[in-house]
């Protein structure tokens, strides 16, 4: 059975994606499906922002097919380990929660490098190009665990 894994942060166009992109970089497609979202509306059926797109292209990684939705209640069901990128994603996700199982699911991403530190993934949009950087960084080493516990089986 497979292991799958939502990234959500708010419009589902920056961190996310990035996120979704870098995870399945790292992962077994036939054992790891991944997906991203945003718990706002606003970028719903648009691609990653191009700045994010740039920082994966010059990286190596691609997530131009991407598109942008939103994190629904049917989640809960379709996942089963949802990563947000901070603690307002972490607010906003877990009131959608109807059960202790669910609320189970929800887990900041930057715990995986700063366990039990709360420590949000700064949102780039309103940032320049080094802002992107910084979070493709953060996002890298946090996928790369994320990974190697998939791997493990202790995720």
């Given at each position: ?7 959500v ?15 399945k970089s790292?992962t ?15 970028h ?8 994010s ?22 989640d ?6 949802i990563?947000?990128?901070d ?14 199982e ?11 490098i ?13 940032g ?6 910084n ?21």
């Amino acid at each position: 059975m497979k292991t799958r894994v939502l990234m959500v942060c708010l419009g589902n166009i920056c961190r996310s994606p990035l996120a979704e992109g870098l995870l399945k970089s790292k992962t077994d497609p036939y054992e790891v499906f991944v997906d991203s979202a945003g718990t706002g509306s606003w970028h719903v059926g648009s691609e990653p922002d191009k700045r994010s797109i740039a920082i994966g292209r010059k990286n190596g990684l691609d997530i131009t097919q991407q598109r942008g939705r939103q994190f629904s209640k049917k989640d809960f069901q379709d996942f089963d380990h949802i990563f947000v990128m901070d603690n307002s994603n972490f607010k906003d996700v877990i009131a959608m929660a109807e059960t202790d199982e669910e609320r189970q699911k929800v887990h900041l991403i930057l715990d995986e490098i700063f366990p039990s530190e709360n420590v949000d993934v700064p949102d780039p949009y309103h940032g320049g190009e080094q802002g992107f950087e910084n979070v493709y960084m953060m996002l890298d080493e946090a996928c790369e665990r994320i990974a190697e516990k998939i791997r493990k089986g202790t995720l």
